[in-house]
């Protein structure tokens, strides 16, 4: 079955480099939701979409912004990195109305050098 | 959101019952409490969720109590791709028809051969 792709896998970035990781959903799902996951952390909720309009909003920072574009694949942007910012990243998916829960991605691990 | 508490760490030897405690003292009557584990440096995965009633399936089971207070998942036979740290999340749904998952601090379960 098709899972949740992200790209890259890797990344790794300069201080106030900025940075853009994407996200392909489980074709048919609606919502999309990024998670921050620092060394050692427990993922942190960073922003969701459903149906390409930003629906919930956690601790995400003012350099990151976010889209779910028409074919419901979404991208974080993430500008004037910080070696903070040095995390992994997942994306999850989920379809409303199923509760077979979120499928998540892989993510992608981003390196602030 | 209303908080979960689970131990840090836990030990199992393979092939024998698990049982993970969960306590949501302050959890509202809509709240589902869902439960995710994450292997190392992989994505989150569903395991199971539940309202109310008692839930299988081939993963897991979940047991909850009488006053919706606490949970215990129990996997039925552990093995060593079962070691993993396990989130007992409370859901809080958005007005857009997603919901969101907090994660708190779950517990790593060890598997001793």
């Known amino acids: 079955a098709a899972g949740v792709i992200q790209s890259p896998r890797h990344l790794i970035k300069e201080k106030r480099e900025t940075a853009t990781l994407k996200c392909y959903p489980i074709?048919?799902?609606?919502?999309v939701y990024w998670y921050q996951q620092g060394p050692g952390q427990d993922p942190q909720f960073l922003i969701s979409?459903?149906?390409?309009?930003?629906?919930d909003k956690g601790s995400i920072p003012d350099r990151f912004s976010a889209q779910q574009f028409s074919d419901y694949h979404s991208e974080l942007n993430m500008s004037s990195l910080e070696l903070g910012d040095s995390a992994l990243y997942f994306c999850?998916?989920?379809?409303?109305?199923?509760?077979?829960?979120?499928?998540f991605g892989s993510g992608t691990r981003l390196t602030v050098v | 959101d209303a908080k979960t508490t689970q131990p840090n760490s836990m030990e199992s030897n393979e092939e024998e019952p698990v049982h993970l405690p969960c306590n949501h003292s302050?959890?509202?009557?809509?709240?589902?409490i869902h439960w995710y584990r994450q292997l190392p440096s992989q994505g989150p995965e569903y395991v199971i969720h539940?309202?109310?009633s008692n839930v299988n399936n081939r993963m897991a089971s979940l047991a909850i109590a009488e006053d919706r207070k606490s949970s215990t998942l129990i996997l039925h036979r552990a093995t060593l791709r079962d070691a993993a740290v396990y989130y007992c999340?409370?859901?809080?749904?958005?007005?857009?028809?997603?919901?969101?998952?907090?994660f708190g601090k779950g517990t790593k379960l060890s598997v001793i051969p």
């Open positions: 999850a998916s989920s379809l409303k109305g199923s509760w077979y829960g979120y499928t």
């Open positions: 074709p048919r799902h609606d919502t």
């Open positions: 979409f459903y149906e390409k309009m930003q629906s």
């Open positions: 302050t959890i509202s009557g809509t709240d589902y």
């Open positions: 539940g309202l109310t």
């Open positions: 999340i409370l859901s809080s749904s958005s007005g857009a028809g997603s919901y969101q998952l907090t």
